[in-house]
């Protein structure tokens, strides 16, 4: 199952998508968290301490592209999640998307 | 891009921006949980936020009321007006705050405080073989 938490920037969803996470984990669920917020808190919430965030790695700007059918992925999931998750406590896996420029310019 | 296998989760935590649902549209989400803060601009925000979902095409789109001290009369009042679904009402919790202040994960800090309880709820509601009734209305209508 896949859940998108949306909301403004202090509304609190980065504190209910990380304690779902790990809830969720807890219960059994293998669970994948990833940050999509241009201001990236996401391993904060999960348990990762602040010196391992700085070093996380972040995902690459090719990941999707664009064509006339809309955004397109250009690799699985699973390709993605070797290269760059992390994991956290509970072992919920974390990706940061993190987009310090625009990514869809390329 | 796949789902995760059946009893996988994959959880995206994202600023609602049509560039960001474009964006998230990779994992196909089976819900979208718009959270909000019990005051008027912020659920007005929401409503607007949960609109743009429906518009990029999720069915399943639903408040998640945070924050929430005595407004669950307002939250609900607002959504039934609007014709949006409120999947969950977390209470205002001074633990969360404290956590962040200590550097620490909510759950790690009081992982039976009433906001992790409440989260807790939501989760097994979502995970419940519910997925297509987040909502207590089930399932979003979102008003046009």
């Known amino acids: ?106 | 891009m796949a789902s995760e296998a059946e009893d996988g989760v994959c959880i995206v935590d994202t600023d609602a921006t049509v560039e960001q649902f474009l964006r998230i549209a990779v994992i196909r989400a089976d819900a979208v949980l718009v959270v909000v803060e019990p005051y008027f601009k912020s659920l007005e925000t929401g409503r607007r936020m949960a609109r743009l979902g429906t518009l990029q095409g999720y069915e399943n789109v639903a408040l998640v009321a945070n924050k929430v001290r005595d407004e669950h009369d307002t939250v609900h009042e607002f959504a039934r007006q609007h014709g949006l679904d409120v999947a969950g009402v977390i209470p205002f919790d001074d633990r969360l705050p404290q956590s962040e202040w200590a550097q620490s994960a909510p759950l790690d800090f009081d992982s039976r405080s009433p906001a992790v309880m409440a989260i807790d709820e939501l989760a097994q509601r979502l995970v419940d073989g519910r997925a297509n009734a987040v909502g207590e209305n089930g399932g979003a209508q979102v008003g046009s």
């Open chain 1, 1 to 106: 199952m896949n859940v998108a938490i949306v909301g403004k920037g202090g509304c609190g969803k980065t504190s209910i998508s990380g304690t779902m996470a790990r809830l969720l984990a807890r219960r059994g669920h293998a669970v994948l968290a990833i940050d999509g917020d241009p201001n990236p808190n996401l391993a904060l919430t999960l348990g990762i301490p602040v010196e391992r965030i700085e070093t996380l790695p972040t995902l690459p700007r090719d990941l999707v592209e664009r064509t006339n059918q809309g955004f397109r992925p250009t690799r699985t999931l699973e390709e993605v999640c070797a290269s760059h998750a992390v994991e956290g406590a509970d072992g919920v896996r974390l990706l940061v998307m993190a987009y310090p420029r625009r990514a869809d310019t390329g």
